[in-house]
């Protein structure tokens, strides 16, 4: 019988068993992916150029529309933030633009007194309105104080024009709506309502609350007019509020 031989061989010669190396799985997009990407990506393309666009024509508009009004002098100063403030004249200055109130710088007259067209030194034409002061006005006057007294007497109805007594009126509305007006003639500002309060009375929103204090005009037309009395008097005792700030700078 033949023999079988056997050797044993080391570990480092010894068969090693193959390593299967699995790698993780790859993830493969869908086609529709990249074109919603797309689609997104050019929608907003599309916004900035939107925007840029926008700017740009209202930065063109802008210039067109000062060019369009270089030759007007409100436009510069508009567009340099130099705009002007309320100016100050004395009487003087408004008497000789006016030519001392000619008749034939007359423009029209008002309820307050007659408007003249004047012209200043530097070639400004200007409106100027001068106050009456005569009586014509007592009828006026005679009538505030009436009503005051009705007022005060609690008889205000009687101010009503009778022919809205034939019509029918609510004594409610009229009560409150010359309660109104007395309140909006209280001396200092913080006495007065505001226009937003005002609305809320009159509309019967809120109850009125305060009452009103004799006007401060009131005591003075009981004083006896002066026929003396001019404009050169009023205007210099009111002093112009630039000199009067400028005095006071040294």
């Known amino acids: 019988m033949g023999r079988v031989s056997s050797w044993l061989l080391p570990d480092s010669l010894s068969p090693v068993p193959s390593k299967v190396i699995l790698g993780e799985p790859k993830f493969h997009r869908s086609p529709l992916f990249y074109i919603l990407l797309a689609i997104l990506l050019l929608l907003l393309i599309c916004l900035i150029l939107l925007v840029l666009f926008r700017k740009h024509i209202k930065i063109f508009e802008l210039a067109k529309f000062r060019q369009k ?3 007007e002098a409100a436009t510069p100063e508009y567009f340099s933030g130099n705009l002007r403030t309320i100016s100050y004249f004395k009487f003087q200055t408004l008497k000789k633009a006016t030519k001392n109130f000619h008749a034939q710088n007359l423009l029209g007259s008002g309820g307050f007194g007659p408007v003249y067209k004047g012209k200043l ?5 200007i409106a100027v309105k001068q106050l009456s002061l005569d009586k014509s006005q007592q009828g006026e006057t005679e009538f505030l104080a009436e009503a005051w007294k009705l007022y005060e007497r609690s008889n205000v109805l009687e101010l009503v024009d009778p022919k809205l007594r034939q019509d029918g009126f609510v004594e409610k509305d009229v009560l409150q709506a010359i309660h109104v007006a007395f309140l909006c003639l209280q001396a200092y500002p913080t ?24 006007p401060v005009f009131m005591e003075r037309m009981r004083r006896k007019p002066d026929d003396n009395l001019s404009w050169e008097t009023i205007s210099g005792s009111f002093p112009s509020p630039i000199l009067s700030d400028s005095s006071h700078i040294k």
């Open 69 to 71: 009004t270089k030759g």
């Open 121 to 125: 030194v530097d070639g400004r034409m």
């Open 191 to 214: 006495m007065r309502p505001p226009m937003s309060q005002i609305v809320a009375m009159l509309t019967c929103k809120v109850e009125l609350v305060s009452t009103p204090t004799k």
